[in-house]
């Protein structure tokens, strides 16, 4: 079965940095592309960040471009938020998401599987 697990969360200050991970398995991951979404405390999910199947694609929200950095490995299976440059506004529950095909999209419906997320918290 489909299973995305994200890491990499933590306590960060601002202007500090931190790398997420998602580790997925059950489907050829390679085939897909894949997304970054949040929620923080009392608001609705965001997607924030999507790659394209063979990484050459890369989208981002405009409150993180020029911060924010993903990435794949596909030997891995494996795809990363590099975020730097942290602000408090970017505290919220991290999520990636499998999207429906090689390219994902910006919307909830653009994507299949979810992971259960991992918590990034932003302060001094």
């Known amino acids: 079965q489909v299973q995305l697990v994200e890491s990499g969360g933590g306590l960060a200050q601002p202007g500090g940095s931190l790398r997420l991970s998602c580790a997925a398995s059950?489907?050829?991951?390679?085939?897909?592309?894949m997304s970054w979404a949040r929620q923080a405390p009392g608001k609705g999910l965001e997607w924030i960040s999507s790659i394209g199947a063979d990484g050459s694609s890369r989208y981002y929200t405009d409150s993180v471009k020029g911060r924010f950095t993903i990435s794949r490995d596909n030997a891995k299976n494996t795809v990363y938020l590099q975020m730097n440059s942290l602000k408090p506004e970017d505290t919220a529950l991290y999520t990636c998401?499998?999207?429906?095909?090689?390219?994902?999209?910006?919307?909830?419906?653009?994507?299949?599987?979810w992971g259960q997320g991992t918590q990034v918290t932003v302060s001094s």
């Open positions: 059950g489907f050829i991951f390679s085939t897909y592309g």
């Open positions: 998401a499998r999207g429906r095909g090689a390219l994902a999209g910006r919307n909830t419906n653009d994507h299949d599987y």
